[in-house]
């Protein structure tokens, strides 16, 4: 786990969203220090996701103040300045979305090509050493059709490397895997983590969560019911919802699935 710094590279502050007549966040106070991982927890319909589609630019709230590395993201008005605070700002969703009718390697170098300017040679350069971090080196020619959902998942990670983030938002990333893929994921996470990328996780693998955040930080309802480190969170159980959502988790606080007892 990475030591606590001081210097704050997200802050949400007050911030409100609705679709329609459905308030959704309802005042969200949140603070990522740079190169820390917080795990974002809570029940589904909680406003977990929506998180981090504000802090991406993916949905702009109606009130309150966002900020990314010193960028009011809640006041971009432009596509184009959207899209500059994606090249800072990676987001790795619980679907894949490969291309399919091209190669891994494709699918990773694309985006930096494109959109950065790379060179082809050295984004290719950088897409191979990705997939080495990924554990999939020898996938490099393979199309998305011929790999498992970890696999698929695991380049999806990749892609979103590529274009060499400040901070990576990882939403539900195992949801919509097979139980004997999903350990598969939580390891390269987990090596990113140590290495020192900023991270924010929505996520229900809570022993996950404890092993790797710096914070933790329970949602309800559109509210942060509670934050803390893992040890305050999962261990002394302050708050009585707290206790009740993490024992309804119990089988995620076993062995990490995809892992050996």
């Known amino acids: ?40 927890i ?12 504000c802090i991406n630019a993916l949905v702009t709230p109606q009130h309150g103040r966002i900020t990314v590395d010193g960028t009011r993201v809640d006041q971009l008005a ?9 090249k800072r700002v990676g987001i790795v969703f619980q679907q894949y979305n490969l291309f399919p009718h091209l190669t891994v390697l494709e699918n990773i170098v694309l985006a930096p090509t494109r959109i950065l300017g790379v060179e082809r040679r050295e984004a290719e350069k950088r897409a191979r050493e990705l997939l080495d971090k990924v554990r999939l080196s020898e996938k490099a020619d393979a199309y998305p059709g011929q790999l498992s959902g970890g696999q698929q998942q695991r380049v ?42 900023t991270s924010i996780l929505v996520t229900h693998e809570m022993r996950f969560a404890e092993e790797i955040s710096d914070t933790v930080v329970f949602t309800e309802n559109g509210r942060i019911v509670d934050h ?4 305050q969170i999962f261990h002394r159980f302050d708050n009585p919802r707290i206790r009740q959502f993490v024992g309804g988790l119990a089988g995620g606080r076993g062995p990490m699935r995809g892992e050996d007892n």
């Open 1 to 40: 786990m990475n030591t606590t710094k001081d210097e704050a590279i997200v802050r949400l502050e007050d911030v409100h969203l609705s679709f329609g007549q459905t308030e959704v966040l309802k005042g969200i106070n949140l603070t990522v220090n740079r190169g820390n991982a917080v795990s974002i």
């Open 42 to 53: 809570g029940p589904s319909g909680s406003g977990k996701s929506t998180i981090l589609r």
């Open 78 to 86: 432009r596509e184009s300045e959207r899209i500059a605070l994606r």
């Open 156 to 197: 999806a990670i990749a892609r979103a490397l590529a274009m060499k983030p400040e901070l990576v938002l990882f939403d539900e990333v195992t949801s919509a895997l097979d139980p004997e893929t999903v350990g598969e994921v939580l390891w390269v996470i987990r090596d990113l983590i140590r290495d020192g990328m």
């Open 228 to 231: 803390g480190s893992p040890e």
